[in-house]
């Protein structure tokens, strides 16, 4: 079965400091990967996703960075955090299907306060 | 812009009641559509998923899907007080997507004893 893993859960930075969010999946090969953010009481906002090895999209021009140095890891950086990159980080996977769409499965999510 | 609406509630209904969920969506190109449930500080889960307009049935849940109204909706019948979360309508983007959602808001349920 299949298994994706964050870490870490919780973190608190402040404002300013660089960031680095690490997502892992098992159990699959060649999944597509996805980077979301939900700020409090609002719905998630996709950042990021990823279709292969070195393959980023961006949804939304911010601070932040996506990479995926390996088929199932992909990492979510930051140089410099701002207030508004407070959140909760969640990263989700999903079998390849070609231009289907097949369902997204989430991970524990990383909760980040900026200070 | 492509969205999808929910009624951010609260909804509250009585134990053993049903509870009904929706969920409108712009992109008439969407064809797959999710319904996740998200418990306070945890991550959603999956609920169910449906791609053909009617209902399809899980359990003490269903969902249904008009995709000429651009509606789809949730039900979960003998509402128990585990059942109190907030629940998530998600919606593929039309198109050469690569599996991008666009999540709605969430709508709060709340189920009373």
């Known amino acids: 079965s299949q298994t994706i893993h964050q870490w870490p859960a919780t973190l608190v930075q402040p404002v300013g400091s660089p960031l680095s969010l690490e997502c892992t999946v098992e159990?699959?090969?060649?999944?597509?990967l996805y980077w979301y953010r939900q700020a409090a009481g609002r719905g998630l906002q996709l950042l990021f996703y990823?279709?292969?090895?070195?393959?980023i999209s961006s949804e939304v021009p911010q601070n932040l960075s996506a990479s995926r140095p390996q088929d199932r890891q992909f990492i979510l950086s930051s140089k410099k955090l701002l207030l508004s990159d407070s959140g909760f980080y969640l990263c989700?996977?999903?079998?390849?299907?070609?231009?289907?769409?097949?369902?997204?499965?989430f991970g524990p999510g990383t909760r980040l306060t900026v200070l | 812009q492509k969205e999808v609406e929910q009624n951010s509630g609260p909804l509250s209904v009585p134990e053993g009641a049903i509870a009904s969920l929706n969920c409108t969506y712009s992109?008439?190109?969407?064809?797959?559509f999710f319904w996740y449930r998200q418990y306070s500080g945890k991550s959603p889960e999956l609920i169910m998923f449906?791609?053909?307009?009617g209902d399809k049935e899980d359990g003490r849940f269903t969902a249904q899907l008009n995709k000429a109204s651009q509606y789809v909706s949730l039900l979960i019948r003998d509402s128990q007080p585990s059942d109190s979360a907030t629940y998530l309508c998600a919606v593929t983007a039309g198109g050469t997507s690569y599996g991008k959602l666009t999540f709605g808001q969430g709508t709060i349920l709340t189920v009373h004893p």
């Open positions: 990823s279709v292969g090895i070195g393959q």
């Open positions: 989700a996977w999903s079998i390849k299907r070609g231009y289907r769409t097949d369902t997204q499965y």
């Open positions: 159990g699959t090969s060649n999944p597509n």
């Open positions: 992109d008439r190109g969407s064809q797959s």
């Open positions: 449906i791609y053909s307009n």
